[in-house]
């Protein structure tokens, strides 16, 4: 048996949650997420959830607070790791404010160490709860929306080759070669599997919008080569309802392309699409180049940007060993944590001109003091370690040490993932 948590009131007991335990976790969700799915989610969520490492909080028998960890395997700039990809946290309404949270927690850093798992990742329901305990958003995303009432006006050449539309598990084949292909230039994002992509990207029916048709893949190039398609985009259809003024809808759910030209093809064949006016793609990496091929700025419109993923290094030392640095470096680094003791402390972190990375304990003087959440931030190549001094997050005790360390850290493409768990 684990700890307890007794902050206020009796005793919880701290347990891990069997397979048989997986209903009572759906209906503590349900409760705290005011959210009944229908059966096909419930069923998925029950699929989800079965992949999970789970954490429980007993009151008796009763389960009252849960977390669930979906193993991953993250992309890092230059490389992969393991990550818990933390989900369904939710504590009974009666339960709240006693720890329950902050305890589950506990075990899952303990189940992290034993398996020498250096990240954990989530999708925040709340983007007020998870910096205390060392989160930070380390991915972000922009929402495009292309009004097609007209032709698409782009500057740039579209890519001639044939357009082809994949249904079912055929779309899964062709296009896995090229997200895992784009996986590893951009960081954020998990490995997927065949259930990844059938349950979560591919399913019939949409899970925040039953009016969505079903998906569909686009897909540039001779889906026949031996190497991977060009581009392809995952998207499905809404029809217009005059009365209610709203346009046919083509939702993006999902774009890569290999380069410009694939690019353009793909954009004007969504936004060709007969009875649709509209296409909105939720997120696109912030530094897409899409506003920027079109004619007319005003045709696509950035309508908003948002963080995406949030990240925790449970294992300082080893995620900054992991990943590739894109320039030498030699600092000192004050680093605080105060949920996991083992990452504070000064080390000096040490980037050669040969790439070879050290990350020792160190007696001299620090050139930087930061947070783990700061460091966590910027590790995947989104944040600025100097942006975060100009807040007063960081301290700088070596004029242009901050400059420095986002020098090393820097990536060709900003991280970035929408695959929500
Ligand atoms: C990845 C995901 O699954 S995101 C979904 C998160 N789940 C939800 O939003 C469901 C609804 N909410 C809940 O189930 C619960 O309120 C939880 C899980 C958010 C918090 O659980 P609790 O057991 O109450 O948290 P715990 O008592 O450990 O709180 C620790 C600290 O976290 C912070 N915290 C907890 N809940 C919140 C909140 N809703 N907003 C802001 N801060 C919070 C507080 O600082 C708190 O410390 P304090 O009590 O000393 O002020």
Redesign the pocket.
């Known amino acids: 048996m684990s700890p307890a948590v007794a902050r206020s009131g009796a005793a919880l007991a701290l347990r891990p949650v069997d397979e048989s335990g997986v209903d009572d976790a759906l209906r503590l969700a349900a409760i705290?997420?005011h959210d009944h799915p229908a059966d096909e989610i419930r069923e998925r969520h029950r699929e989800l959830l079965l992949r999970c490492e789970r954490f429980g909080a007993y009151d008796g028998d009763r389960l009252v607070?849960f977390l669930a960890a979906l193993p991953l395997s993250l992309s890092v700039p230059g490389g992969e790791l393991p990550c818990a990809g933390?989900?369904?946290?939710?504590?009974l309404p009666t339960?709240?404010?006693?720890?329950?949270?902050?305890?589950l927690m506990g075990e899952l850093w303990r189940a992290g160490a034993r398996q020498g798992r250096p990240l954990a990742a989530?999708?925040?329901?709340?983007a007020?709860?998870y910096g205390?305990f060392g989160f930070a958003f380390a991915t972000s995303g922009m929402t495009v929306e292309i009004d097609s009432d007209r032709p698409l006006g782009l500057r740039v050449e579209a890519d001639p080759r044939p357009l082809r539309l994949l249904e079912g598990p055929d779309a899964r084949e062709v296009v896995a070669p090229l997200h895992e292909r784009s996986r590893a230039a951009r960081a954020g994002r998990p490995r997927r599997d065949g259930w990844w992509w059938g349950t979560l990207v591919l399913p019939e029916q949409d899970e925040e919008d039953d009016e969505l048709g079903p998906p569909l893949v686009v897909v540039l190039g001779d889906v026949d080569a031996e190497e991977p398609p060009a581009g392809y985009a995952v998207y499905r259809t809404r029809p217009g309802d005059d009365d209610a003024g709203s346009p046919g809808l083509v939702q993006v759910q999902e774009f890569e392309a290999d380069g410009p030209g694939a690019a353009a093809a793909l954009w004007r064949y969504l936004a060709d699409i007969d009875l649709t006016t509209r296409v909105r793609c939720w997120a696109v990496p912030e530094d897409d180049p899409l506003p920027l091929m079109a004619s007319d700025p005003g045709q696509v419109r950035v309508t908003q940007t948002f963080g995406c993923l949030w990240l925790r290094l449970a294992d300082v030392r080893q995620a900054l060993l992991a990943r590739a640095w894109a320039a030498p470096v030699d600092l000192v680094l004050q680093v605080h944590d105060g949920v996991l003791r083992g990452n504070a402390g000064r080390f000096r972190l040490t980037v050669g001109a040969d790439s070879a990375v050290t990350y020792e304990a160190s007696d001299d003087p620090a050139d930087l003091t930061l947070d783990v959440r700061e460091l966590a931030a910027c590790y995947l190549g989104d944040a600025r370690l100097t942006r975060f001094v100009r807040a007063g997050l960081a301290t700088e005790h070596r004029p242009g040490a901050a400059r420095a360390l986002d020098a090393a850290l820097r990536t060709e493409h900003l991280p970035f993932t929408l695959d929500e768990f």
């Not at 989530?122 to 709340?126: K, N, R």
């Open positions: 705290v997420f607070g933390v989900t369904f946290v939710c504590v339960h709240r404010r006693r720890g329950v949270l902050t305890a989530l999708w925040a329901a709340d007020a709860i205390r």
